[in-house]
């Protein structure tokens, strides 16, 4: 394939910030991202993950802190400086022109030969798949082929990093899988760095090398799919990433590890900082299951078919709500014991 | 109640008219009697002149007279340059005042000389720009004109007039088509290396035009049928004898309506012509929704 990205080794943030007045919608984000890497900024919306990615691509200016690409300060550039490919929530393509000059902007931009140009439009197009559709307008396109367009015009100028706010959150759920696998794809075969914003767990795990996961413009953490989705730093990263049983709970440290109280029974559990008497719980639905002999009695509420399993919601003898699943059938109304394996308990500080 | 009946009513319906539909008859009414027939009216009073002479009697004496012909080209001297002045003007400051936080205070202050009316503003002008006015005097005390600089009772007075009052309209027009135009897309154009001058003319301008050519198409109409300031700041027996003064001379003054007819039937067909022109341009352009996105 023709089209690579330029050569470069890191992009560097150091410690940028952006306040709006009284606002301080970043505070302090470093992130160190290598060539070829993709990154997941994750976080609830109202975050500021969009305003990281605003920031680093120049449409917003930064107060604080510095962004470099290898020796190169960037942060005093404007967006026509950095060369950073961007694709928009919603696609921002140039509803005046054909599927071909749009792609082929930024090209024209840089004043290359007509030539040039065609050739490495085509080969764009061929990319995401559209070569049929090079002479209608946007306005002739689905939402999922507006989209293709728009990742065909951020890449052709070679970016060495391409900027993602939200890309699929227009889409409906069938084509947000396909363009997903695409836009992983396309990141492979380019070999740039993405930077990818999302507010979507499932999309972050699935795309992202790395996952900074942002709460109130400040970073809460930084790690793999894995270590995020099984090992989250805090309870509030926890709660994000899908550990619908967090509660608040009596810890106890013993010899045989950190005992919590869940629905007035007992339950072994793994720490995850240091915990004092009072620590929050978290478990995800998945981990815990009924068993016959379980530690903690509930009542099943609700429960939801979910083909391979049920999803249900059931209510301790404290009142507690638990959410679990199970492979057998459980019906409202039942009395299920429930348990949780220890490793997958994680206790907080409260 | 029979069936074909039935079936005459379920094909108007399909084709979009029911009951609901009669609401346009007064609206209808209204056109037929406030326009339709007084335009019909004055172009047959046209046709028929006061002093015989057949039936193009009118139009002949207008185009063999350069007092009364002159008036076209005269008006259109005024007309033009301040619309193209107006229109011009207000795509930068809308484009500034889009991104504005008190957009509604500056609004606000841009339209109230359309809420004063061009009697109001041109009085105003009269003492502020007269020979004793306040500019005057500033030029002379500080000596930066050696007598006091015309600026009623001539074309200018008339121009600065159109503008006051002319500019509100045409920027609040042109503020709406350049809101209407989605902030990513230049952000768009700006992430692939266009600096803001590439980014107005292969972006803004595009899909700004027929937005343009809309506002031009208002602005002249309301330019070329300028009358109170004609009279109150120009020079009306002069550079300032505009084709709508001619008209009223000759209802009003000679009482002969006939010509005053013909000639409200020659500005109409002017401000046919121009507008025609540039509403023909707009179909060359784009003119597609200017916001991208799922729709």
């Known amino acids: 394939m023709a089209i690579a990205a330029r050569d ?95 792609v082929g902007f930024g090209l024209t931009t840089q004043r290359r030969p007509k ?15 559209l070569e049929t559709q090079a002479d209608k307008l946007p306005g002739q396109l689905s939402g999922g082929q507006q989209q293709r367009v728009a990742i065909a015009r951020a890449i052709v100028v070679e970016p060495p990093l391409v900027l993602m706010d939200e890309p699929l959150s227009n889409l409906d759920a069938k084509l947000r899988l396909e363009m997903r696998a695409e836009i992983r794809r396309i990141h492979t075969m380019l070999g740039c760095s993405t930077i990818y914003v999302t507010h979507d767990q499932e999309e972050a795990l699935s795309l992202a090398d790395r996952i900074l996961v942002m709460i109130d413009g400040q970073t809460r953490q930084i790690g793999s799919p894995e270590d995020l989705y099984s090992r989250p730093a805090h309870a509030d990263v926890a709660e994000f990433m ?54 903690v009695p509930a ?14 919601l059931a209510r301790g003898s404290d009142g507690t709500e638990l959410y679990f699943r199970s492979p057998l059938r459980v019906n409202p109304g039942e009395m299920v014991r429930l348990d949780a394996p220890r490793e997958r308990v994680l206790v907080y500080a409260a | 109640m029979s069936g074909a009946q039935l079936s005459l009513r379920r094909r108007l319906r399909e084709r979009g008219l029911d009951s609901v539909t009669l609401l346009v008859l007064p609206g209808v009414l209204f056109v037929l009697v406030l326009f339709v027939y007084p335009f019909l009216y004055g172009l047959v009073l046209s046709f028929t002149p006061k002093e015989g002479g057949g039936w193009l009697a009118n139009y002949r004496r207008f185009f063999s007279d350069p007092f009364l012909y002159d008036t076209i080209w005269l008006t259109l001297q005024i007309a033009v340059p301040a619309t193209l002045l107006n229109t011009l003007l207000s795509v ?9 936080k008190r957009q509604k205070l500056l609004t606000t202050i841009l339209v109230i000389p359309i809420t004063l009316g061009t009697v109001m503003v041109a009085e105003g002008l009269l003492t502020y720009l007269g020979p004793r006015g306040w500019l005057n005097r500033v030029l002379l005390e ?47 154009g700006a992430m692939l290396g266009a600096r803001a001058r590439e980014r107005f003319f292969r972006i803004l301008l595009p899909l700004l035009a027929p937005g343009l050519a809309i506002t031009l198409a208002l602005a002249f109409v309301q330019a070329f049928t300028v009358f109170p300031s004609a009279v109150l700041l120009g020079a009306p027996a002069g550079p ?29 067909l002017v401000q046919v012509i121009i507008i025609a022109g540039l509403l023909g341009a707009r179909t060359l352009l784009f003119r597609g929704p200017v916001s991208t996105g799922k729709g």
């Open chain 2, 142 to 188: 500080f000596g930066i004109a050696g007598s006091p600089v015309r600026l009623i009772h001539n074309y200018w007075g008339v121009m600065l007039s159109l503008v006051i009052s002319g500019f509100p309209f045409t920027f609040l027009l042109t503020l709406s088509y350049v809101t209407g135009i989605d902030p990513a897309l230049e952000q768009a």
């Open chain 1, 115 to 129: 030539a040039e140009i065609d050739r490495r439009v085509d080969q764009a197009l061929a990319l995401v798949r």
């Open chain 1, 242 to 295: 899908g550990y619908r049983n967090l509660f608040r709970s009596r810890a106890q440290t013993t010899d045989d590890g950190i005992v919590v109280a869940m629905s007035g029974a007992r339950l072994l559990g793994t720490p995850m900082e240091a915990v004092g008497a009072e620590a929050m719980v978290a478990i995800r639905p998945d981990d815990l299951q009924p068993r016959s002999g379980g530690p």
């Open chain 2, 92 to 100: 930068p400051v809308a484009l500034r005042v889009r991104l504005m």
């Open chain 2, 240 to 268: 300032t004898r505009v084709i709508s003064i001619v008209a009223y001379q000759a209802a009003f003054e000679q009482y002969d309506y006939p010509l005053a007819s013909a000639i409200a039937m020659l500005m109409a």
């Open chain 1, 8 to 102: 470069f080794r890191e992009l560097r943030l150091e410690g940028i910030s952006r306040d709006f007045g009284q606002l301080r919608a970043l505070r302090d984000v470093s992130l160190t991202v290598k060539r070829g890497e993709f990154v997941a900024l994750l976080g609830p919306s109202g975050c500021g993950k969009s305003t990281a990615l605003n920031c680093i691509a120049g449409l917003l200016q930064v107060t604080g802190g510095a962004i470099w690409l290898d020796d190169r300060r960037l942060d005093e550039l404007g967006p026509e400086d950095r060369g950073f490919g961007m694709v928009f929530q919603n696609y921002a393509l140039f509803p005046h022109m054909t599927v071909r000059r749009n």
């Open chain 1, 299 to 312: 009542t099943v509420e609700l429960a939801e078919y979910h083909g391979r399993d049920f999803y249900a």
